[in-house]
């Protein structure tokens, strides 16, 4: 097993390699780059835009509406027009756009080897810090609804295997299906005009992890009012989350009580309980480990975005939304690098819990 996990390890390299090159020149062809983002906001500003290019970006604050004038002719930028060649030249050395792609290429790769993710265009603080201020919100979403999540899917998808066809599957099915079909966006929405003071109740808070004021609290106070602002957001992610782990659950277990295995089992006089948990709960949670990392991931990255949004809880899902739309590119390109990381991580971690799981398994034996 450490020669398979040594061996993932190396593959990692060229993975990651491979997605920040694509990652990278896809952001090449983008309209509306920085660059231009400061022309425009230069040619609708004036002063106050140049001025603020000087003093906030690292360039020379002497820089002056005066001096960024001139004939902008043949510029690559649009609205570039009016605006001195030698000023564009200078805005373009302020974001690294002075060098060559490939130049710009290898030195990210080179700091991100060491961890070192840049600074963002707009925000004056280093990618990494920026994204450790927003990894608590994001932590907490995709823990606990991650986990809410496996605490109902897997037993409830053992209950209907079991009873598989009578009316307890029958109306357990029409529930998970109706929680899957509605957004949770939607029902974020709901439950703030039912519960947050919209228009019935006012028993939650609308935004922030806690409350102001959380550090005179004492811990039993910081946990209670921690959960106290966690219940909606959370609500509002597992509810449509927990359809197709139930269903996996159920079909995975399905297939193994029908196998010879356990009709040998019962042969021999175990218990119901035994043959379940004992034979058949091993080899049926196979599937459901292997779909864990892709959920995690899912919830903990991605499926919290209007989530944060609608709760305003600022975390790295709205991050990764406002640096593509505002095209920081240093964030954009640090947080999809640390999220394809932290993904080829736990995909290998997903194949040490198969092997713990069932240690019949064994990755080096079929060449993996």
């Known amino acids: 097993m450490a020669a398979y996990i040594f061996k993932r390890l190396l593959l990692m390299i060229p993975t990651l390699f491979g997605i920040l090159l694509i990652s990278f020149v896809i952001v090449q062809f983008v309209p509306g780059g920085p660059v231009e ?6 040619q609708g500003h004036g002063t106050e835009a140049t001025a603020r290019i000087g003093g906030g970006g690292g360039g020379d604050a002497s820089i002056g509406a005066s001096s960024a004038m001139g004939t902008g002719e043949g510029s690559k930028y649009r609205g570039a027009q009016g605006l001195d060649p030698e000023f564009i030249a ?11 792609a490939p130049e710009r290429f290898w030195i990210m790769v080179k700091n991100y080897a060491q961890f070192n993710l840049g600074e963002s265009y707009y925000r004056d603080v280093s990618v990494g810090q920026l994204m450790l201020e927003k990894m608590p919100v994001s932590i907490s979403l995709g823990l606990w609804s991650t986990l809410i999540i496996y605490l109902i899917s897997i ?6 295997a079991v009873r598989d066809g009578t009316s307890f599957d029958i109306w357990t099915s029409a529930a998970v299906f109706i929680g899957y079909a509605i957004p949770s966006f939607m029902f974020a929405i709901l439950l703030i005009v039912v519960f947050a003071g919209g228009r019935y109740f006012d028993w939650f808070p609308l935004r922030g992890l806690v409350s102001d004021g959380w550090d005179d609290l004492s811990p039993m106070q910081q946990v209670l009012d921690y959960a106290h602002h966690m219940v909606l957001p959370v609500a509002a992610m597992v509810v449509s989350g927990f359809a197709s782990l139930t269903l996996l659950t159920k079909n995975s277990f399905l297939d193994e009580i029908n196998k010879q295995y356990v009709l040998t089992a019962r042969s021999k006089g175990l218990g119901e309980d035994q043959v379940l948990y004992g034979h058949v709960f091993r080899n049926a949670m196979l599937i459901v480990i292997a779909g864990f990392p892709a959920a995690f991931i899912h919830i903990f990255f991605t499926g919290s975005l209007l989530i944060e949004v609608i709760f305003s809880l600022d975390g790295l899902g709205l991050l990764g939304y406002e640096s593509v ?3 920081d590119y ?4 640090g947080t999809l690098y640390v999220y394809a990381l932290i993904g080829l991580i736990m995909t290998l971690v997903r194949d040490v819990v198969y092997v713990l799981v069932d240690p019949r398994i064994d990755f080096e034996a079929r060449g993996a």
Request: charged content about 25%; overall charge positive.
């Open 90 to 100: 200078e805005l373009e050395a302020l974001y690294g756009f002075d060098k060559p």
């Open 155 to 160: 037993p409830l998808g053992i209950k209907k």
């Open 330 to 333: 240093p964030v954009v390109l």
């Open 325 to 327: 739309i505002n095209r």
């Open 37 to 42: 983002r400061m022309i425009a906001q230069l």
